[in-house]
């Protein structure tokens, strides 16, 4: 049996539309950095998130088939009063979840900003700033919602009220909340600000700048759920149709944690859409492992290389360090934006035939061959 009227389908809508886009990019997150070879501290932490998300997401679900956003006149009915215990039960459950796994989903975007702004110390620090703050707030969160009640399960279950169980004010609940969401939205808002004056000197064309600023920048949506939140919070204090009035807490709840999941895993795939989109950039890829001028999310390191330009395409020069059991000429082929650094020890194990007057034939067009003898002493 279950109830589901009201607001009780908005609450359901907004979790599965969420619960799909979050777990979709996080696969395409793991695919990402697992070939890419790739994977990172911000990677762990979005991966532990992803269990208390999913727990999150059961009980903003169950708890639309179970009394959230139903009117309390109709929980007055004898066939709904069992309602009232189970819609506060799986609001307990949302409010734990929500400050469990919003920590890791805010540090692993934090890190990754980290990684990206690698030794530039003022951005670096004020970033572990901003991590200090928001886990501390949402710790003590979590931590007076379970302990608000004594016995705790006097928080959804009201007999235990009536047989000496004692709770605190629910305005001091309210505090919390809005102290939590305050930090929340500040940190969201530095966060989605501070690619900008990471990304103002890096070597990339504007169109580049733009997608990956964006792509960053999208952090701003999050804080915006938790703004219209912020606004729903006094609900909190209504005893007049508590569970009603509790369904937009859940729903903008649930998209700060899920949009904060969907964009930090979105921000990750930049390889993945500068494949489809060809969004470009400057890149060197070399066989046998990642290039080394970025970051693992794909986006440019603070420390650059030796760069020349021809039109409005950037090549960069790798570094090649020869050892005795490199013998043979070094080859390099520049096609499609991209240096790509392969060591042919003898004719045999080249498998593009060059010709004497340095031309390649066997492909259509014509490529350059360029070829530097090593001469060890």
Not at 16 to 30: D, E, K, M, Q, S
Not at 74 to 88: A, I, V
Request: charged letters at 15%.
């Amino acid at each position: 049996m279950a109830i589901f009227l009201d607001d009780a389908p908005h609450v359901a809508g907004t979790v599965i539309t969420l619960t799909t886009l979050a777990y979709l990019t996080f696969g395409l997150r793991v695919y990402c950095r697992v070939t890419r070879q790739s994977w990172g501290i911000e990677d762990w932490l979005m991966t532990a998130a992803a269990f208390p998300f999913a727990m999150l997401s059961i009980a903003c679900l169950v708890s639309s088939f179970n009394g959230i956003g139903i009117h309390a006149w109709r929980l007055d009915q004898d066939e709904n009063q069992k309602y009232k215990k189970q819609g506060l039960f799986w609001f307990f459950l949302f409010e734990v979840f929500y400050c469990v796994s919003i920590i890791p989903i805010k540090l692993s975007i934090s890190f990754m900003l980290v990684r990206i702004a690698q030794n530039r110390k003022i951005y670096v620090y004020s970033q572990y700033g901003m991590m200090g703050i928001f886990t501390t707030m949402n710790l003590i969160a979590a931590l007076y919602i379970i302990f608000q009640c004594n016995p705790v399960a006097a928080a959804w279950d009201t007999d235990l009220l009536i047989k000496g169980g004692k709770c605190n004010d629910p305005v001091i609940l309210a505090d919390i909340y809005y102290a939590t969401t305050a930090v929340n939205i500040v940190t969201d808002w530095f966060t989605a600000l501070l690619p900008i004056p990471l990304l103002w000197n890096v070597k990339l064309n504007l169109n580049a700048k733009l997608s990956v600023a964006a792509i960053l920048g999208l952090g701003v949506f999050a804080s915006l759920s938790a703004c219209i939140r912020l606004k729903y919070t006094v609900n909190l204090t209504n005893s007049n149709d508590y569970l009603f009035g509790l369904s937009n807490i859940v729903i903008w709840g649930y998209a700060e944690n899920g949009t904060g999941m969907f964009v930090g895993c979105v921000a990750t795939l930049r390889p993945l859409f500068r494949r489809a989109l060809n969004l470009g950039g400057s890149d060197t890829k070399s066989f046998g492992g990642p290039s080394a001028q970025k970051t693992p999310n794909g986006f440019p390191s603070q420390s650059r290389r030796t760069y020349f330009k021809s039109g409005d395409t950037s090549y960069e020069m790798s570094t090649v360090n020869s050892t005795r059991e490199k013998k043979g000429p070094l080859t390099s082929i520049t096609t499609g934006g991209q240096d790509e650094m392969t060591s042919i020890s003898s004719e045999e194990e080249n498998k593009v035939d060059f010709q004497k007057d340095g031309v390649l034939c066997s492909l259509s067009g014509i490529l350059v061959s360029r070829q530097v003898n090593i001469t060890h002493t």
